[in-house]
């Protein structure tokens, strides 16, 4: 069975940090390129950053410079190290291993920036 489940989100002021983690369970982990998606109230989901099995990354051009996606496959875990962050950047974070068996989704993080 599959598992995905994100932590680390939280309320932080802007110009603030945080840094989001992901688990996923079930997959080989190590093979799957994984990524990030972010939902915010009223929008659609929309890709934030991905990271290949061999290490390549890929960002939104809103999020370029300021965030960092990463991966440790020894812990099956994915981070998303969020700096500068913006109101603009509120949102539900998912996360999402994309495997040769298929996409998977958690349940995601609420990410609020607010003064």
């Known amino acids: 069975q599959v598992q995905v489940v994100e932590s680390g989100g939280g309320l932080v002021q802007p110009g603030g940090s945080l840094r989001l983690s992901c688990v996923a369970s079930g997959i080989i982990f190590r093979f799957a390129t994984m990524a990030w998606y972010r939902q915010a109230p009223g929008k659609q989901r929309e890709l934030v950053a991905t990271?290949?099995?061999?290490?390549?990354?890929n960002y939104a051009d809103s999020v370029k410079g300021r965030f960092t996606i990463s991966r440790d496959n020894a812990k099956n875990t994915m981070y998303l190290q969020m700096n500068s962050l913006k109101p603009e950047d509120t949102a539900v974070y998912y996360c999402?291993?994309?495997?040769?068996?298929?996409?998977?989704w958690g349940q995601g993080t609420q990410v609020t920036v607010s003064s």
């Open positions: 999402n291993p994309k495997t040769t068996g298929g996409d998977y």
């Open positions: 990271i290949t099995r061999g290490g390549s990354t």
